[in-house]
């Protein structure tokens, strides 16, 4: 248990840990030193970004200025590795370096980041031991030769090393973009590479990769054979579960780290001192973590302060000691009042309800803990696409101590019925049940597993694929007979297509969160989304070696009429461009809020995030900024409503609208 005492700190010291020389198992011993931030002697120091990892990782002891102090495993294998043999070696830890015990001790140093990491000599970024080929993967991406070196070895060995948590993780944002332009390391066990390097790697693979299948053919499973042996190729299982792994990691985590290089590259810095031109402008800095986690959710807003001006942090900081909820209402105030183009309800959905009354904050406070998809790459760009006169509005007034908002806003329609996403089957978290399942999807696919207790990853992510198939064409089947059944609506001149370019309206390709895909348009798009919805009952054959692999996989869960469910499930191969852009704006990856489906009382429809029910009004808000988008809200009575979520709206809106006289917005408050 530690034991330290910190000495206090004045305003613009931190302090620097001293490690002692040291190896392999030997005592990790050091010193805390007070110094200036803006001089930090001629000998510097070398600032760590590391992941903190979960609160359950086991401690380990080092000592400082002699007394027991207790580091989490991650911290405690990076100061092994990280430590000289022959000198000591000064660095900027936070973990160690700041108080974590005492608020008003991190509500000094916090401030304090953005000059930490530009002084640093050099920013170490730890990304864990050698671990699952990490050297390996590590090495590989930045030797600028991946697309030649490649075996199946070395394309899992990179798979794995994108996982790794850093990558995802908010605090490195700011860690990385403010370190020197050719300062930035990046260590994994024994190896270490210049971050320019990984950086150039990490695009590498994005670009050429690519996910294609005939690639992934031509692998081999490790060191290349002697020509005389040529390597035995891939089956079509170990083809088709790489695939869906890449798939799964390039469009979650592997984009994760390639925003980290848009983002060091993009930034822009002070050609006189090299450092980063802080900005007064929240939203912008917040948009920049907009995937990345944070263990404590208001460090979603803390971990980015070494991006923001000083009188920015200032008065963030006042909140401090709050609840994340109140960390987030802070903030959203401040990008309401602050930001040029405050509108970030396109970008971050609103606390639940639920939660809202319970934190005692507005309704449209903004959740900056959320990290599924953006609703810029849902882009509902139905309110923009129409070529109107309309007048500028774009009234933000605060009142009842700033927890009530008065905006003007359109109201376009009630809403009568809501179809929310449900889990079909839900994969076991229990790893005994995990093994069963394994073992039996082997023993058909006529897998010989060596270790058939030991159940591996792409084991679990072939299962997990192919519920979240099953569950997407179920959801869809469910939401086309909702939409056939809806009052008649405005007219339009083909259903099918009308239905799929609402469900995909949300769609964006882009903000480097995945790649462009030619999605089909017109009669085409209605012709390919039936074929989906035809997998939900049947339907003609499709590839017999993916239809096998789905089918096993029905059979291995006791899924209700596994042949059906086959079926559904390998229609995604015939139409993968559809189908992964339905993923996108469906089931994204990594979001816990699963897209819901409406109608209206007019016949109009559209999908919404979960929360909305019957009664509820769709709306255009904030009419008059760069982002126009409909949003659903509750009503609390009269001109007075509750946030509950964006949404969508399919075309005819307009019609509804002019016809009410409804075009022009009417002054209501959001509380």
């Not at 605060?398 to 019925?417: A, L, P, Q, R």
Request: glycine share 6%; charged share 20%.
């Amino acid at each position: 248990m530690s034991n330290f005492k910190y000495t206090r700190v004045e305003d613009g010291e931190i302090r620097i840990i001293e490690l002692q020389p040291g190896g392999g198992l030997e005592r990790i011993q050091g010193s805390l030193r007070v110094v200036s931030v803006k001089n930090p002697t001629s000998e510097g120091y070398s600032a760590l970004s590391y992941t903190w990892g979960p609160e359950s990782q086991p401690r380990s002891t080092i000592f400082l200025d002699g007394r027991q102090f207790e580091v989490r495993q991650n911290l405690f294998e990076a100061l092994q590795q990280l430590r000289y043999r022959d000198r000591c070696r000064r660095l900027w830890i936070d973990a160690i370096c700041i108080n974590q015990e005492d608020s008003e001790d991190k509500k000094m140093q916090i401030p304090l980041m953005s000059l930490i990491y530009s002084k640093a000599k050099t920013v170490e970024i730890w990304l864990g031991t050698s671990e699952g080929n990490g050297e390996l993967g590590l090495l590989s991406l930045a030797s600028g030769e991946l697309e030649v070196i490649a075996t199946l070895e070395i394309v899992c060995a990179v798979i794995d090393f994108l996982q790794r948590p850093w990558f995802s993780r908010v605090w490195v944002i700011q860690e990385l973009i403010l370190s020197g332009s050719d300062v930035a390391f990046v260590n994994c066990g024994n190896a270490r590479v210049t971050w320019d390097d990984l950086s150039r790697g990490i695009t590498e693979i994005c670009d050429t990769l690519n996910l294609n299948g005939a690639f992934l053919r031509r692998l081999v499973p490790q060191k290349r054979q002697p020509e005389d042996a040529p390597p035995a190729p891939l089956s079509d299982i170990q083809v088709a579960m790489l695939r869906n792994r890449l798939s799964t990691v390039m469009l979650s985590q592997g984009m994760d780290a390639s925003m980290l290089c848009g983002l060091r590259s993009a930034y822009s810095y002070r050609s006189a001192q090299l450092m980063p031109k802080p900005s007064s402008a929240v939203g912008p800095v917040l948009r920049s973590s907009r995937y990345a986690k944070a263990t404590v959710s208001k460090d979603k807003v803390y971990g980015l302060c070494g991006l923001l001006g000083t009188s920015t942090v200032d008065e963030l900081m006042r909140s401090f000691d709050k609840t994340a909820d109140e960390v987030f209402f802070a903030a959203t105030l401040h990008i309401l009042q602050n930001d040029a183009h405050p509108n970030m309800y396109h970008e971050y959905p609103t606390i639940p309800q639920s939660r809202a009354r319970t934190s005692n904050v507005p309704s449209w406070t903004l959740d900056f803990s959320f990290t599924g998809v953006t609703y810029a790459e849902l882009r509902f760009t139905s309110f923009t696409k129409f070529d109107i006169p309309r007048q500028q509005h774009d009234k933000i007034v605060f009142g009842n101590g700033s927890k009530e908002m008065t905006v003007d806003v359109c109201i376009i329609d009630t809403i009568t019925n809501v179809l929310n996403q449900t889990t079909i089957a839900q994969a076991p978290n229990n790893p005994e049940a995990w093994v069963a399942y394994s073992r039996r999807f082997c023993e058909a696919a006529g897998i010989v597993s060596t270790t058939p207790l030991d159940v591996s990853w792409q084991d679990r992510l072939n299962v997990q694929s192919f519920i979240e198939d099953f569950n997407l064409i179920s959801f869809l089947d469910k939401a086309h007979e909702l939409y056939q059944q809806r009052p008649t609506g405005p007219a339009c001149k083909d259903t099918a297509a009308s239905f799929w370019a609402t469900i995909l309206s949300g769609l964006a390709i882009d903000y480097g969160r995945n790649t462009s895909m030619a999605l089909p348009t017109g009669h085409q798009l209605a012709e390919h989304g039936k074929i989906l919805l035809l997998g939900a009952h049947g339907g003609t054959a499709v590839t017999p070696t993916l239809s096998h692999i789905s089918h096993l996989t029905a059979l291995a869960l006791d899924l209700p009429d596994p042949q059906a469910a086959s079926a559904a499930a390998t229609r995604r191969f015939l139409v993968p461009a559809l189908y992964t852009a339905l993923q996108q704006v469906l089931a994204p990856p990594g979001c816990n809020a699963l897209s819901g489906f409406y109608v209206t009382s007019k016949g109009l429809c559209g999908l919404c995030l979960p929360g909305a029910q019957g009664g509820d009004v769709v709306a255009r808000l904030f009419r008059g900024t760069r982002f126009e988008i409909p949003i659903v809200l509750r009503p609390e009575g009269v001109k007075r409503y509750s946030v509950v979520c964006v949404a969508s709206v399919s075309e005819g809106w307009e019609e509804i609208c002019t016809a009410r006289q409804a075009v022009d917005p009417e002054e209501v408050v959001l509380v």
